[in-house]
């Protein structure tokens, strides 16, 4: 990838809606410095449903703020219009780009299954509106090499067209905390192998709770016991092994499952405010795995910076 970037006129950044801060890859912010950059926050839908109270518009008004001078964009797993606005933005920058006889070139970069085949196969579509080249699935790891030139706009006679490529997701370097590998995995951005379906399921009745205990009312009431919930969806929905014992695994991935679709609720996990974003950039800033040890590693190095200048001073 990085042997590609002379020749990209923009870099489209997609990131998930429902972790706005924890699908933020560091390594981008590093490789792709100084590079015309749009971010595209996906799967919208997934993370704002219906709701009417105005909070995710707040929401998006600091994420503009976070990001700026970068373009910011929101789009919908269901809706085009957050893709037609990409296009938009995608084309006036290539009509007023330097550009080349043989066109421009745009790079889509991102997390594991965050939406950026998807995202390719859409402008491609309302571009040229021809069908879709890159494979898509709900599991990460579906987009395995850097692919071919995709166009997206025409060639029009004056400059060439305008091309995609589309790259593997990239997982960040480290994971700062438990907590964010939870979020990464509730979201799908890790291999459902990796973390226990239990796990994840537990996870998520913590949210459930948190937003709405009523989202899971038809299989249980209220409740903080994961193990009495899966019995009991088991039960309700059917999954049940030899002599009537529920198998707890794979509801727990299928309750899991519905969530991702939007059939639970449709929530952001991370905290979007302006504490929120200063401590989540304090631990990527020294890259650990608590405020604590972000905090503790900010004092030592601003004592070191003092004692380095009080030495150039004396």
């Known amino acids: 990838m990085k042997r590609m970037l002379d020749s990209v006129d923009l870099v489209i950044e997609c990131r998930d809606y429902r972790l706005p801060l924890t699908s933020r890859n560091p390594l981008?912010?590093?490789?792709?410095?100084?590079?015309?950059?749009?971010i595209v926050f996906t799967k919208k839908d997934l993370a704002v449903g219906r709701k009417k109270d105005g909070s995710h518009i707040q929401k998006q008004n600091l994420l503009r703020d976070w990001y700026a001078p970068a373009e910011v964009v929101f789009m919908s797993k269901k809706h085009r219009r957050g893709a037609k606005r990409i296009l938009e933005?995608?084309?006036?920058?290539?009509?007023?780009?330097?550009?080349?006889?043989?066109g421009s070139k745009m790079l889509i970069v991102g997390m594991p299954n965050v939406g950026k085949s998807s995202l390719l196969n859409e402008l491609r579509y309302q571009g040229t509106g021809k069908g879709r080249v890159s494979r898509v699935g709900a599991q990460p790891g579906i987009t395995r090499k850097i692919e071919t030139n995709v166009k997206i706009i025409e060639d029009d006679g004056v400059r060439g067209g305008l091309y995609m490529v589309d790259t593997p997701g990239v997982f960040m370097p480290y994971v700062p905390d438990s907590e964010a590998m939870l979020k990464l995995a509730l979201c799908?951005?890790?291999?459902?192998?990796?973390?226990?379906?239990?796990?994840?399921?537990?996870?998520?009745?913590?949210?459930?709770?948190?937003?709405?205990?009523?989202?899971?009312?038809?299989?249980?009431?209220?409740?903080?016991?994961?193990?009495?919930?899966?019995?009991?969806?088991?039960r309700k929905t059917g999954m049940l092994q030899k002599g009537g014992v529920p198998n707890i695994d794979h509801v727990a991935l299928w309750f899991v499952?519905?969530?991702?679709?939007?059939?639970?609720?449709?929530?952001?996990?991370?905290?979007?405010?302006?504490?929120?974003?200063?401590?989540?950039?304090?631990q990527r800033k020294y890259a650990v795995g608590s405020l604590n040890q972000a905090k503790k590693a900010e004092k030592e190095d601003r004592k070191s910076r003092h004692t380095t200048e009080d030495r150039l001073t004396a």
């Not at 933005?89 to 043989?102: C, D, K, M, R, Y």
């Not at 890790?190 to 459930?208: E, F, G, M, R, W």
């Not at 929530?267 to 989540?280: C, I, N, S």
Request: hydrophobic share 40%; net charge negative.
């Open 28 to 38: 981008f912010e590093e490789s792709l410095a100084g590079l015309p950059r749009m």
């Open 188 to 234: 799908g951005c890790v291999k459902d192998n990796i973390l226990p379906s239990t796990i994840l399921a537990d996870y998520l009745l913590y949210h459930l709770n948190l937003e709405d205990p009523a989202l899971y009312e038809a299989y249980h009431p209220p409740t903080n016991d994961v193990l009495s919930l899966l019995d009991q969806v088991a």
């Open 257 to 282: 499952q519905r969530w991702r679709a939007g059939n639970l609720g449709c929530f952001v996990l991370d905290e979007v405010t302006e504490e929120a974003y200063k401590r989540y950039q304090l």
């Open 89 to 102: 933005l995608v084309q006036h920058h290539h009509e007023n780009s330097a550009g080349s006889l043989t």
